[in-house]
T-cell receptor
Framework: DQQVKQNSPSLSVQEGRISILNCDYT??????FLWYKKYPAEGPTFLIS?????DKNEDGRFTVFLNKSAKHLSLHIVPSQPGDSAVYFC??????????????FGKGTKLSVKP | ETGVTQSPTHLIKTRGQQVTLRCSSQ?????VSWYQQALGQGPQFIFQ???????GRGNFPPRFSGLQFPNYSSELNVNALELDDSALYLC?????????????FGEGSRLTVL
């Protein structure tokens, strides 16, 4: 059973508009969440993270929102740029798994930003 | 600053063979994790090494084994290859000890088992 779910395999957005990528999780013990971006033929690149003690974290054009009661987080990209086109992975860890380096990844959402 | 490098980038093996994948950690990092990414899936945790010892392991059989060397480089060994082992194998290093947090990934080694 998947503990981290990204239910949208793909998302297409116009340049300059907002991209919203969603992620749901089932394990209430998760306390740290991350987003990674992956271009073809490259490894995933860390984008932004959020601890469960916060509900929002912002870094430039990227903002992650965490709703613990709904077990849901989202990544907002504003404004979207063609270079943002990539696969975005949501990942999570709990205190025990995190101490072992165990990140649980979703299947990813492929974002296409059209000029 | 040198990033995470992996070798080989692509390789083809036949069922039953053994394979060794190599990884050089990012400079200053002392923790290395290995992940398997099957087609259409997210990366799945295999194990992590810290100070040359296995620090954590995911749901993978014992035929998946690893090593970490004093210079923090690492190897992933897979014995008795099966068709389902075909995947992208990602190495990631970190300076946090020990823990997941922000991982720095290499480009991966794509293994095809025929």
């Amino acid at each position: 059973d998947q503990q981290v779910k990204q239910n949208s395999p793909s998302l297409s957005v116009q340049e300059g508009r907002i991209s919203i990528l969603n992620c749901d999780y089932t394990n209430s013990m998760f306390d740290y969440f991350l987003w990674y971006k992956k271009y073809p033929a490259e490894g995933p690149t860390f984008l932004i993270s959020i601890s469960s003690i916060k509900d929002k974290n912002e870094d430039g054009r990227f903002t992650v929102f965490l709703n613990k009661s709904a077990k849901h987080l989202s990544l907002h990209i504003v404004p979207s740029q063609p270079g943002d086109s990539a696969v975005y992975f949501c990942a999570a860890s709990d205190l025990y798994g995190g101490s072992q380096g165990n990140l649980i990844f979703g299947k990813g959402t492929k974002l296409s930003v059209k000029p | 600053e040198t990033g995470v490098t992996q070798s080989p980038t692509h390789l083809i093996k036949t069922r039953g063979q053994q394979v060794t994948l190599r990884c050089s950690s990012q400079s200053g990092h002392n923790t290395v994790s290995w992940y398997q990414q099957a087609l259409g899936q997210g990366p799945q945790f295999i194990f992590q090494y810290y100070r040359e010892e296995e620090n954590g392991r995911g749901n993978f059989p014992p035929r998946f084994s690893g090593l970490q060397f004093p210079n923090y480089s690492s190897e992933l060994n897979v014995n008795a290859l099966e068709l389902d082992d075909s995947a992208l194998y990602l190495c990631a290093s970190s300076s946090r000890l020990p823990g997941a947090g922000e991982l720095f990934f290499g480009e991966g080694s794509r293994l095809t088992v025929l």
